[in-house]
């Protein structure tokens, strides 16, 4: 059957309203586009069921997508970016479900006629790595720090082609992306992606979303830092427009603090567990 795949189009203001245009396009197994058709389902997170793959627009140039894993018998909402440089288009942690991974690529292709020359994985998690083979093994340049590498080997994880150091600066023409290792957190070897034309912060899963209530997978977490190397984000990347992270709701800039509550909570809770 033909996998549905929603786009969000680039939204217009009418008055003091943002209008958007909500599509499904149905790809048949070659990745042909089918009948497109206006639908209302909302984007919300259906943990029970694997929701549809989105694509919403930040800016003119840069995108976030939304891919469905199954964790632990239920389904997650995984986020994503693609953005378009003047050399291609370029990929921070491709999606989750690998029924997602060639559709994407097309729809670049189809609304954006963009090839895609770079992927970037933030860390060695199957959610943010696991597309880093199907992408290697079709020549698109993937990434990923040392210290990623090493992880995905020791757990049997897909590896990128190119290693790279954690802090590094990527010129795409005169499009810049920035990465930047703050130190342990939910993973080793998490690291965040800015960038500064867009003043987008991309906190991958480093950063839990305002909505989440406790602070997720914790079996590689290093909770004991965490806090303190999420604030260091604060005050090295001000005033962003937005700040995606690595699961649900992305819509709030509140994402570093949020973060930070959660690891006090789960810190406070742990100490007094010790003391009784």
Known sequence: MDAPFMIKLAGKKKGNRKLWQVWTLYITTA????ALMVISIPASAQLTQKGPFEITPLTDSVFLFTSYGEFNGRFYPANGLFALTPKGAIIIDGPWDPKDRLPLLDSIWQQHHAKVIFCLATHFHEDRSGALKAYGAIGIPTFSTKMTDSLCRLH????AVHLMVPDTTFHFGDFTLQTYYPGPG???DNIVVWLPDSKILYGGCFLKSVKDDNLGNLSDANVAVWGQNAGKLKTRFKHPSYIIVGHGYWRSLKAIDHTI???RQYNSRQKSRQAH
Not at 156 to 159: A, Y
């Open 31 to 34: 990745f042909l586009w089918g």
């Open 186 to 188: 939910h993973a080793p």
């Open 156 to 159: 049997h994880e897909p590896r």
């Open 261 to 263: 509550e959660l690891v």
